[in-house]
């Protein structure tokens, strides 16, 4: 069964700072748009994919009027960020990639060709599919540098949980609305259910408190943060661990804890949280949602029946619309051209289709208008085309839909992201440079803390401290006055 990736995973992957031995020059467009040009273009992939190259002289075949041609460059997520670096230090051919966790950075350095020239020629269908709000997400210093893909463009927050089990016990997903809520349900299945455990993260990537309380924006990296969804007058940057609002939670789930509710190894257990519900060992999980999430989380615990309750509204963040850009690098010879493949991406159902789903009648078949499955014969074990990342590529909202989710996915997702509460920062972006060393060294005080605190599995009071003492001393307070002077700058230049 086809799945999307987690996007909390890509939330996980750590930056990697660019670095090169030689500068690379800007290429000029040659102007030559009557000659066809080759745009290398890579890609994010998890998987082997034998038939990418019969994918790719589709897509050609479809293009081919255009003066253009494709070429895919698959990258795993590990290397992804070295791989491309080394080709643009080096002025190989690179002319399209996607970018993850932001392009600040990328910009500083001098990697990437602003866009907004060609948003208003060859991209022009893009720009109008993104819309100017999503924009800003790619956007450094006034200039256009990066495309988000269009997929859920917010995150909302809660629990997912058995429905057998709550039918057993007299309750109703819809009646579970906080965390009190949760916590009356778990005493009463608990008591009845004395061998499963009650809750547990997606995984052991984010504490149980993340996604409980997640009302914050992280301006990029978590450590300076803006509460109540940014939407505060004026916009303060804050110490999120050091908020009653995040103690509070820690000790609510430190009880919970207490109460062997927890898993007591979540920190370091590396199941998945499906995979445990599906082996009978687990009632709940915590997660970012989404239109859709129960259906994938059923497929993923083996058919048991999963529904959702959402604790923490949608929510629009730089972060979460800019988990990927597409960018053109300083590689391409030709950016006016490249732009037109992209615009493509957003614009054309057939091309996106291939790239996500393969050839018709050789990977996938359709049941209907809106929803496919696999080709008669194929299945995912010998299908040559097993992609699994249709919210990398361009458009998905145009894509179709993958049996076993609402034939209406697509609607439900665009209705989502009109409904979420929109930071008043969309579109801010932490250049860390002149904090590089306190960002190091803070981000390594959190993986040592966070964790362990947010599943409940150390004493708060004792804790707390000194985590609170560790992020100082490693120079948080230094990262949260730079954030708020480029903040403001940002707000002031708006």
Known sequence: MKKLMNIGIVLCLSFVLFSCTKTAQPAADSGKQDQLYKVVMAMITVENLPDLPKVQAAINERIKGRNLEVEFLPLGYATLTSQTNLMISGGEKLDLMPVLVGISNDVAQGKLLPLDAYL???GAGAAAAIGSDYLKAGTVNGQVYGLPSLRDMAASYGICMRKDILDKYGFKIEDIKTVD???????????GEPNMYMIFGPNNTAGIVHFLLNDWDPLGDNHGVLMNHGQDSPLKVVNLVATKEYENKLRIVRD?????????DAATNTESAVRLVGAGQLFSFTSNLKP????QATLGAGG?????ATIMPAFSTTSQVGILNWVVPITCANPEKTMEFLNLLYTDPMIINLIDWGIEGTHYTKINDRVITYAPGVNATNTGYNMNQSWQFGNSLLAYVWD???ADTNEQMEAFNKSAIISKALGFQFNTAPVKNAAAAVLNVSNQYRLSLEFGMVDVDATL???IRALEDAGINQIITEKQRQLDAWLAGK
């Open 465 to 467: 401290p000194q985590f």
């Open 304 to 308: 048991v029946e999963m529904v959702t």
């Open 120 to 122: 208003k020629t060859s």
């Open 181 to 191: 809520d949760l916590s009356r349900v778990y005493t009463k299945v608990s008591a």
């Open 404 to 406: 076993g989710n609402p």
């Open 256 to 264: 919970w804890y207490q109460k062997g509710w927890v898993i007591p």
């Open 292 to 295: 859709g999430f129960d259906k």
